[in-house]
């Protein structure tokens, strides 16, 4: 879990970002103006801050080049109804980590938080092979066995499964697997994931009605149970 601050002047931006940030099981903190803002930068220390530019009191361009200027390497994704390309120069030279245009997409605009974030966390070894009883899984060939005998799996299964088993016992939201596995270009719905996840049970549980393996967390999205 990241703790994400955001600031903004608008309180309907502020309450939808809260909320589906929060539903990616972030800590959220808010701000309405440039200076609350960046006293909560300075006492909480947050991972990343979604900045507006157009703050009252001081604006997000001002607040981005303090951090800077104290030598914060705080992620800052900024936020502005500006469209013009020297507005996002401007902000990029400031010290911004990425920019987005309002009116944005909220789905787009929390996958470039995710892919932020993941610059500050260590990388994760991939999953190369996984066996589940008499199942064999060969992520690298795209392989799938059992009992020795092949049957078929579709590239999104193999990819979803090795999102979730190279995470044994977390919860990995729909976003993150829509992120991860089909990415920012096709934006399937999530209920893609739900019938992705129904064949993969089909294929390696016992009784895929009552799984023991691929485990649902209503609300949030779904976990590998290594046992």
């Given at each position: 879990?990241?703790?994400?601050?955001?600031?903004?002047?608008?309180?309907?931006?502020?309450?939808?970002?809260?909320?589906?940030?929060?539903?990616?099981?972030?800590?959220?903190?808010?701000?309405?103006?440039?200076?609350?803002?960046?006293?909560?930068?300075?006492?909480?220390?947050?991972?990343?801050?979604?900045?507006?530019?157009?703050?009252?009191?001081?604006?997000?361009?001002?607040?981005?080049?303090?951090?800077?200027?104290?030598?914060?390497?705080?992620?800052?994704?900024?936020?502005?109804?500006?469209?013009?390309?020297?507005?996002?120069?401007?902000?990029?030279?400031?010290?911004?980590?990425?920019?987005?245009?309002?009116?944005?997409?909220?789905?787009?605009?929390?996958?470039?938080?995710?892919?932020?974030?993941?610059?500050?966390?260590?990388?994760?070894?991939?999953?190369?092979?996984?066996t589940v009883g008499d199942v064999a899984?060969?992520?690298r060939k795209y392989e799938a066995r059992?009992?020795?005998?092949?049957?078929?799996?579709?590239?999104?299964?193999?990819?979803?499964?090795?999102?979730?088993?190279?995470?044994?016992?977390?919860?990995?939201?729909?976003?993150?697997?829509?992120?991860?596995?089909?990415?920012?270009?096709?934006?399937?719905?999530?209920?893609?994931i739900d019938n992705h996840i129904a064949?993969?049970?089909?294929?390696?549980?016992?009784?895929?009605?009552?799984?023991?393996?691929?485990?649902?967390?209503?609300?949030?999205?779904?976990?590998?149970?290594?046992?």
């Amino acid at each position: 879990m990241s703790r994400i601050l955001i600031v903004d002047d608008e309180p309907a931006i502020l309450r939808g970002l809260a909320d589906n940030l929060k539903r990616e099981l972030h800590e959220v903190l808010t701000a309405s103006d440039g200076e609350t803002g960046y006293r909560l930068i300075k006492e909480k220390k947050p991972d990343l801050v979604i900045l507006d530019l157009m703050l009252p009191k001081l604006s997000g361009y001002e607040v981005c080049r303090q951090m800077r200027a104290e030598g914060m390497k705080t992620l800052v994704l900024m936020l502005t109804a500006r469209g013009e390309e020297t507005d996002r120069v401007v902000g990029l030279d400031m010290g911004a980590d990425d920019y987005v245009t309002k009116p944005f997409s909220v789905r787009e605009l929390l996958a470039r938080v995710r892919a932020l974030l993941r610059r500050t966390q260590p990388a994760k070894t991939s999953l190369d092979q996984l066996t589940v009883g008499d199942v064999a899984i060969d992520f690298r060939k795209y392989e799938a066995r059992k009992a020795g005998k092949a049957f078929e799996m579709t590239r999104r299964e193999f990819q979803l499964l090795q999102a979730l088993a190279s995470r044994p016992g977390e919860v990995v939201t729909r976003d993150e697997l829509l992120d991860q596995v089909w990415g920012l270009e096709t934006y399937p719905t999530t209920r893609t994931i739900d019938n992705h996840i129904a064949g993969l049970r089909a294929k390696l549980e016992r009784n895929p009605a009552d799984p023991k393996r691929l485990l649902t967390v209503r609300g949030v999205g779904y976990k590998w149970s290594p046992e």
